[in-house]
């Protein structure tokens, strides 16, 4: 935390990405971290480094005031797609399909016995 945003100064510029930077004077709701903003300075500048070759690195990481404060937050986005599988819906319409076939089934030969019936209960 410091009173301006802040970047990377040494010469060991790794990949860097700013994951926050802005004021957090009025999000800061413990004692001990209010009081460390009010002491230091509520902008807060959350930086990700990535070292792959760390036998390269030559330097402790530096910061310094970067040359302006714009405020950064990064927008997350998550999509949940929710799929169906093709089997699951092949296999309900079949079990569908197979139900009506046999009730189809059912009702002509109920039907055809019910006539038989008749017929020879009047001779």
């Not at 092949?90 to 002509?108: N, T």
């Amino acid at each position: 935390m410091s009173e301006h945003r802040q970047q990377r100064t040494d010469a060991d510029r790794h990949s860097a990405q700013v994951q926050f930077a802005g004021t957090v004077t009025g999000q800061v709701r413990d004692p001990v971290l209010r009081e460390l903003a009010g002491n230091r300075g509520s902008y807060l500048t959350k930086t990700q480094v990535d070292v792959y070759q760390p036998s390269q690195t030559s330097s402790d990481f530096t910061f310094g005031n970067a040359p302006n404060d714009d405020a950064y937050r990064q927008l997350v986005v998550v999509y949940d797609n929710v799929a169906i599988p093709i089997v699951v819906i092949l296999l309900a319409g079949f079990l569908m399909a197979g139900i009506v076939a046999a009730v189809v089934v059912f009702v002509v030969f109920r039907r055809r016995g019910l006539g038989q019936r008749r017929r020879n209960f009047t001779m």
